[in-house]
């Protein structure tokens, strides 16, 4: 890969001029967004790990300024935004997108709530800065291709502090020159490795990631100086994480054919009803299908679960020791599908798995077939997952999957997230005005807001 | 590379039982190092950065727990480990490891203060845990190679955040458990790109190393868990950054031969008499010497500036604007000492380069030299640069230099190192108070010393 002239300062002037809402559909999935967002986070409040930074963050001190969602209390912008990234991708609850190849929300939308703290925004800038966070961060996503997540790094914070950058330059209304400055610092800090993937560590990245987003701002506006061509340099962010990916295929997903469409709405967040992994999810609804044949669990001789080459990189754990492994893990997923246990947050905690489980998991194996044909609206793009049960008596049963529920082929109905809300939210009375507030954001300002968070 | 295990697991066995300061030459030099980053934070207190930095770390608010050098404030660990560091390396004036091809003690020393605050730390603990962290870096270095670094990393950072780790983990008396977690938290944030060299975020750099090595220590103390496994995992941190070196010659060097020397002696830290860039430092020494002939500049007709092949990837700028990118141009720096201008904070600083040097170095180029042998003591290994100069009457004047003064084979002397501190620190007094305690550290208490910061 050579040097990419000008790519950042393309994308900031596009980012700069930008004003997504007037897109119908964009609008719709970022007002959603932020919904399932902050029910996310809600359901993360009370998390072992959600307790531990809070102290962390207390010990340090600093102004409260940004409200800790769920918390009743305030802390530094950074700070802030550390928690909250935290707290929305705690669960693994939070949504994902297939372009990003990880989490964008739980990274953005702390960073632009931070950054609004005190300030007067209004809904409707709010608005158009997530939209454009998502919109470059599935764009990097696209950029950088698969070599990067493939090798070791986690894309939620690889991507997600560059991304969210972007988006509170866009919000605070910063000149092209700060926007690449900011970009450029977030570049510099991006990090984060799947190695920590079924530990408290990979939520944490997203809130790494915010941190580093409110830090690149911040500095920025303390007129600390970096490089205006972080990204595109020779020796800079893309060439650095962009594998094989030819100069001429970068330039493209960064500059071309900005507000067409926007990729928020298409493809489109993907909202999960479940908090595991979302490379699980089409095993797991596979394994819900296979469990309306009502087969006697001890009658299963072994488990096939078979994806594209590469399909199951997320899910690093084959034999999990924990519910919180499990979050990365097919078997586990499968075996509880199987068993008819729910997928419900105390079978994704920190305990042990059942002894059960663990031994339907123990006759599981993975296998990838690369010639097999998935449906053309599989998501993310050729993705497909097969779960092949052989009994004792020899029978075999089979089930595919490649667009599982949640995914934005087969969306949560705003009723199906409205629930979903509900059950995260710790105080429903103030809740129902939040949803309220969200629904209507436009309208708004966030200063109304942010006192219910 | 396949899995290294057990990796991170032996290096934590090998930090939490030694004792380093048993070793003479490793106590010496661990005395100078603290002596010689104190004296580079001093002349950095009123850098233009320092200033931006310290307005947003109060903006931030926080607890006043450890002292800012120089700037008679204190802030939160985290806080002070940033701004410490940077300053440590604001004017590139610190020390740098040729097996780190990078800065230790700016990252270390920070974080080390920052631990040491309000605990009762002996100066021989702090001793011991500092030369830990060189030992560690400078591993570190020798296990990942160069591939990452010619790439576009910036090893001050990318390997400073786990080395200062591990050194604190030691400092505090962590368990092996909790000093892997720890490690693995700050592996997970590792980053810092080489395309910021010449700007004020290259310095930033080790400041948020430090910071990232403060927050992986603070988060273990509250329990929160990582992996235990993100160095050495195959999609870990030595995976992810040691570009085709061997399982075999990584290991070798993170867990071979622990305690027989001790690298912060040998090879050992090279301090800077000069406020640029180690790698333009034998340039630098060929141009004095060739200045010694009093050629008239007119006369030079060019320059040509000779490495082995990689041997100036550091020195990003060939025709720097400023005198900070000049800290980055072997051409600037030659220049200065062929038109007899000295090596000045001055002329390293933001203002534009002058007229007489930009001409100059417009007459300069590079090239490399695979096949020139350079001396057996060279630093780094195989490393040489040579100016040749053509004057208009077609003489030709070369030098060559392998060995540059300050390198650990031509150190600074103690009264050297002395007129460096004074050179740069604010207050007489109090800094020959604090030279003193330095000098007898290991009979002191950091509380002692703390307080004259």
Not at 286 to 301: D, K, P, V
Request: aromatic content about 6%; some cysteine; charged content about 20%.
């Amino acid at each position: 890969m050579g040097k990419l002239t000008a790519v950042t300062e393309m994308m900031a002037a596009e980012v700069l001029k930008a004003t997504p809402i007037d897109n119908e559909a964009a609008l719709r999935e970022a007002k959603r967004g932020i919904l399932d967002y902050v029910a996310s986070a809600f359901a993360g409040q009370e998390d072992a790990g959600t307790i531990k930074l809070l102290q962390a963050i207390e010990a340090e001190g600093g102004h409260p300024v940004t409200p800790l969602i769920g918390q009743n209390k305030r802390a530094s912008r950074g700070q802030a935004a550390l928690l909250n990234g935290f707290m929305g991708h705690a669960l693994d609850y939070d949504d994902v997108h297939s372009d990003v190849r990880g989490h964008p929300s739980s990274v953005i939308l702390p960073v632009l709530f931070a950054l609004s703290s005190g300030r007067d925004i209004s809904g409707k800038q709010f608005l158009n800065a997530y939209i454009i966070g998502v919109e470059i961060m599935a764009r990097l996503g696209q950029a950088i291709g698969t070599a990067s997540y493939l090798k070791g790094w986690h894309n939620t914070s690889l991507l997600g502090g560059v991304a969210a950058t972007f988006a509170g330059a866009q919000l605070l209304g910063f000149t092209a020159a700060d926007t690449q400055n900011a970009v450029g610092i977030a570049a510099s800090q991006a990090s984060g490795l799947r190695v920590q993937f079924g530990t408290e560590m990979k939520p944490l990245h997203a809130g790494l990631a915010a941190q580093q987003a409110v830090q690149s701002i911040e500095w920025t506006q303390q007129n600390f100086q970096g490089t205006d061509a972080a990204l595109d340099s020779e020796i800079g962010f893309l060439h650095v994480y962009s594998g094989n990916a030819t100069d001429a295929a970068v330039r493209e997903a960064l500059t071309e054919r900005w507000g067409e469409t926007w990729r928020i709405a298409e493809p489109g967040l993907w909202f999960k009803r479940n908090p595991f992994c979302s490379a699980a999810s089409h095993g797991a609804d596979a394994a819900l299908e296979l469990a309306q044949l009502h087969l006697n669990s001890a009658t299963i001789q072994k488990v096939e679960i078979i994806f594209p080459p590469g399909g199951d990189a997320a899910l690093i754990h084959t034999r999990p020791k924990t519910g919180e492994q499990g979050r990365f893990s097919v078997e586990y997923v499968v075996a509880l599908a199987l068993l008819g246990q729910p997928f419900t947050l105390g079978n994704f905690g920190t305990a042990a798995v059942s002894a059960e489980s663990e031994e339907l998991v123990g006759k599981m194996s993975r296998s990838y077939d690369a010639e097999h044909k998935p449906a053309a609206q599989a998501i993310p793009k050729g993705r497909f997952t097969i779960v092949r049960l052989t009994l004792a008596d020899g029978a075999v049963h089979s089930r595919e999957v490649c667009v599982p529920k949640g995914s934005p082929q087969a969306p949560l109905t705003d009723a199906e997230l409205e629930s979903k809300w509900r059950e995260s939210a710790p105080n429903q009375e103030k809740a129902e005005w939040l949803m309220q507030a969200i629904r209507g954001l436009e309208n708004s300002n966030m200063s109304e807001l942010e006192g219910f968070l």
